[in-house]
């Protein structure tokens, strides 16, 4: 809070008074992978908010199961810390394309950012999109060009690529005018040249921060308070958090408020009762804050993200950022199978349909639709990622839930024609393997826009692909390239319908029984294809097991054991060897079943099946879809 006014936070009993500093707020933006969640660990380490004999985790802001093991950010976090008695509000965003419904209202939260760019890759179509957001709302970037130690650097041609960049996406002069910083995050140093000096560790970094990023407009602090809610979270002691950045005038615990959903409607009247601000990776209570802080607020039970939190006094809400459309939907659809409610304790469409609307308010980049039948759900999302994290979730939450092929979210035209969400796809890939890749995207329906040298033997193709031909080629273009090629998506424009694509070549083994599939009856089934199960789990009419070599599917049954006589021995079934089934993820899983085919999703399997499990009713499904 500028202006030297005080404040208060609590170390066990006892009550601190504070002098607030001068504030700063920043976002660290990058590509997937380029160093944002390394680099903040660093900066929390060097300006003292971790004690010289503290233990933390790498990758601290990192918090969530799943990005721990995916080795990606998820969702948005603040964090803050001290230099030269100046507090910084640090806001580390997801890269990934899917996560940018939290990319779009962070950055209309602060002030200045810095973007990550790797010394090798260079700019990335995420660097792209992040970069594109930052521009729009008039942030001035400072370019950090991070893992400078890499043996394929190329700074000086990243740093080219950069300002071809900036110029595209029509920055102003003043934008253009970005300082640049060197170094390597994970190594803790940034410089205002390639080569260092390295033993001043991130201190050009905060410098520059101070120096280039404006202070937090205060003019309103005598005006009525308002905030834009940002991120939504629950705690299990104060309940829903808003965390936002206050635009205009003060707020105290207790103090009354209202809540403007975006048209100015009053969803609700409240009081705050706590308000909590980033110190560290903690959080403290505060009993003041103004105009240009960063604060978390609780109290409220119904105000969300993108709602205007305001005095009593005020009548217009705050305009937030819109958010782009969904592009990618799946069915959630209550687990019906013969094992449904054997592994996990949610199962109702009640409990269904109560998570998916939670989901839904902090995460304004989903749209929900319950369907006609009450039994299922429409959950619409920037990407098949996006998607497959909240599935893993809920699973993780004890979940059971059948989950559709992803689909693709068509529009109409002015002149009623079709549009499809067309990706631009960046693909480096070995020399050796690229005429492969072009041809596979050829055949869905890809058109190659750019290629050109990316280091060394390795080329970086460019292609703008409808979004539906793009659905399952990951696991396929790894298959492709022997594990080498990267593919980076990011959704460019709609476009006329491209006609129709060739779907999967195979089909699929089905169990004609429910029991546990014996080895015996495996082993003599190798040859019609390979197996996504082993030998003594539970299976269910209607599931798959396999994948038929043929374009058909096959009923077979994998219950059926050896005959036993006086003159053989059951013992002899053990000399049986298996072919290791194919490992079905939840990602591959719904990336490569059909139509009439659904992911059983529960706390400890992945199961895969058809949509019909009687076999009459599936043969009805084909000829009625055949006919239409």
């Known amino acids: 809070?500028?202006?030297?006014?005080?404040?208060?936070?609590?170390?066990?009993?006892?009550?601190?008074?504070?002098?607030?500093?001068?504030?700063?707020?920043?976002?660290?933006?990058?590509?997937?992978?380029?160093?944002?969640?390394?680099?903040?660990?660093?900066?929390l380490a060097q300006s003292g908010t971790f004690r010289d004999n503290e233990r933390h985790d790498e990758r601290a802001m990192d918090s969530n199961d799943l990005e721990k093991e995916r080795g990606i950010t998820i969702l948005a976090k603040a964090t803050s810390v001290e230099w030269n008695n100046t507090r910084i509000n640090i806001v580390d965003t997801p890269g990934h394309a899917d996560f940018g419904g939290?990319?779009?209202?962070?950055?209309n939260m602060v002030d200045g950012a810095v973007i990550l760019v790797d010394a090798s890759e260079g700019p990335m179509p995420q660097t792209k999109f992040v970069l594109g957001k930052a521009l729009k709302v008039g942030l001035r970037p400072i370019?950090?060009?991070n893992k400078i130690d890499r043996t394929d650097e190329r700074h000086q041609e990243v740093l080219n690529e950069i300002f071809d960049l900036?110029?595209?996406?029509?920055?102003?002069?003043?934008?253009?005018?970005?300082?640049?910083?060197?170094?390597?995050?994970?190594?803790?140093?940034?410089?205002?040249?390639?080569?260092?000096?390295?033993?001043?560790?991130l201190t050009p970094l905060f410098d520059m921060i101070l120096k280039h990023v404006p202070e937090p407009d205060t003019a309103g602090k005598d005006e009525p308070f308002k905030m834009i809610g940002t991120i939504l979270e629950a705690n299990p002691f104060l309940g829903r958090l808003i965390?936002?950045?206050?635009?205009?005038?003060?707020?105290?615990?207790?103090?009354?408020?209202?809540?403007?959903?975006?048209?100015?409607?009053?969803?609700?009247?409240?009081?705050?009762?706590?308000?909590l601000a980033f110190r560290g990776l903690d959080r403290v209570p505060l009993d003041y804050a103004e105009a240009g802080d960063i604060v978390a607020i609780a109290g409220l039970s119904k105000g969300t993200v993108a709602d205007t939190f305001c005095d009593p006094a005020v009548t217009e809400p705050l305009h937030a950022q819109p958010i782009d459309p969904p592009t990618v939907t799946m069915s959630f659809l209550v687990n019906d199978s013969p094992l449904a409610g054997t592994e996990g304790d949610k199962v109702t469409s009640r409990v269904i349909r109560d998570?998916?609307?939670?989901?839904?308010?902090?995460?304004?980049?989903?749209?929900?639709?319950e369907a006609s039948d009450r039994d299922s759900f429409y959950v619409s999302g920037r990407g098949e990622l996006q998607l497959a994290v909240l599935i893993e979730t809920m699973r993780r939450e004890g979940f059971e839930l059948g989950i559709s092929r992803p689909r693709v979210v068509m529009q109409k035209g002015e002149n009623g024609e079709i549009l499809e969400p067309i990706e631009e796809v960046v693909i480096d890939v070995d020399e050796e393997h690229s005429g492969v890749v072009v041809q596979k995207m050829s055949e869905r329906k890809a058109e190659m826009v750019a290629l050109r040298p990316s280091g060394g033997d390795r080329q970086r193709l460019v292609f703008h692909a409808p979004t539906r031909g793009l659905i399952g080629y990951q696991s396929e273009l790894l298959t492709d390239t022997r594990g080498t090629a990267i593919m980076n998506r990011l959704f460019h424009s709609y476009a006329p319908f491209k006609g129709e694509l060739a779907g999967r070549n195979t089909g699929v083994l089905i169990s004609t029984d429910a029991g546990e599939s014996v080895a015996f009856a495996m082993f003599h089934l190798e040859d019609?294809?390979?197996?996504?199960?082993?030998?003594?789990?539970?299976?269910?009419?209607?599931?798959?097991?396999?994948?038929?070599?043929?374009?058909?599917?096959?009923?077979?049954?994998?219950?059926?054991?050896?005959?036993?006589?006086?003159?053989?021995?059951?013992?002899?079934?053990?000399?049986?060897?298996?072919?290791?089934?194919?490992?079905?993820?939840?990602?591959?899983?719904?990336?490569?079943?059909?139509d009439d085919e659904l992911v059983e999703v529960t706390p400890k399997t992945i199961r895969l099946r058809k949509l019909y499990l009687d076999s009459n009713e599936r043969k009805r499904f084909e000829k009625s879809r055949k006919a239409a």
């Open 243 to 275: 965390t936002g950045r206050i635009q205009a005038g003060s707020i105290k615990p207790n103090q009354p408020v209202k809540v403007l959903d975006g048209q100015g409607k009053l969803l609700e009247s409240g009081r705050i009762s706590k308000i």
């Open 102 to 107: 939290e990319v779009e209202r962070i950055l």
């Open 143 to 145: 370019v950090a060009i």
């Open 355 to 369: 998570r998916l609307l939670k989901e839904a308010e902090g995460n304004v980049a989903l749209k929900i639709e």
């Open 166 to 201: 900036f110029v595209s996406l029509d920055a102003t002069e003043e934008q253009l005018d970005f300082p640049v910083l060197y170094g390597s995050g994970r190594s803790g140093w940034m410089a205002t040249e390639p080569e260092g000096p390295q033993d001043q560790g």
């Open 528 to 594: 019609r294809g390979p197996m996504v199960i082993e030998a003594g789990v539970k299976v269910y009419a209607g599931m798959i097991i396999g994948i038929h070599t043929r374009e058909n599917d096959l009923e077979v049954n994998v219950l059926k054991g050896k005959k036993l006589t006086n003159m053989r021995a059951s013992g002899k079934d053990e000399a049986i060897k298996l072919t290791p089934p194919i490992r079905m993820t939840l990602d591959r899983a719904l990336s490569w079943i059909q």
């Open 1 to 43: 809070m500028p202006g030297g006014a005080f404040s208060t936070f609590y170390r066990g009993l006892t009550l601190f008074p504070v002098t607030l500093m001068k504030l700063r707020n920043i976002a660290i933006i990058a590509h997937v992978d380029h160093g944002k969640t390394t680099l903040v660990d660093n900066l």
